[in-house]
């Protein structure tokens, strides 16, 4: 599959889908990037008058696609459900880390002078 810049005008979607599930399973985010702006200049291709040669050739394209777009898809959910999963468990250990620090705090401050049974 070549780079944006050499040439590579009018992939076939199927290409596009199938490298970007390639992409987000190797969570190359460049070339998601650069995916995505070629679904975006296609976009603003269909948006255009085109002759019925051109629709016929890109609904053929949709239709040979559709079962890769719906791999993608669930695997972009599954990413979608796995980043999830990591925020909260990274919430939930900055939470333990901040619980421990302050009770570590507690632990170094200096005996308050009373009549020793803790009530001051």
Aim: hydrophobic fraction near 45%; charged fraction near 25%; aromatic fraction near 4%.
């Amino acid at each position: 599959m070549g780079e944006l810049g050499q040439g590579w005008a009018n992939p076939e979607l199927k290409a596009i889908v199938a490298e970007a599930s390639r992409a987000l399973a190797a969570l190359d985010a460049l070339r998601l990037e650069e995916l995505a702006l070629s679904c975006q200049a296609l976009n603003r291709s269909m948006a255009a008058d085109h002759d019925s040669d051109w629709r016929e050739e890109m609904a053929r394209q949709a239709r040979e696609a559709a079962a890769d777009m719906a791999v993608f898809g669930r695997v972009l959910e599954a990413t979608r459900a796995n980043l999830h999963v990591m925020n909260r468990l990274r919430e939930m250990r900055l939470g333990q880390l901040e619980y421990k620090a302050r009770s570590g705090a507690a632990d170094w401050t200096e005996p308050q002078a009373g009549n020793g049974n803790g009530n001051h």
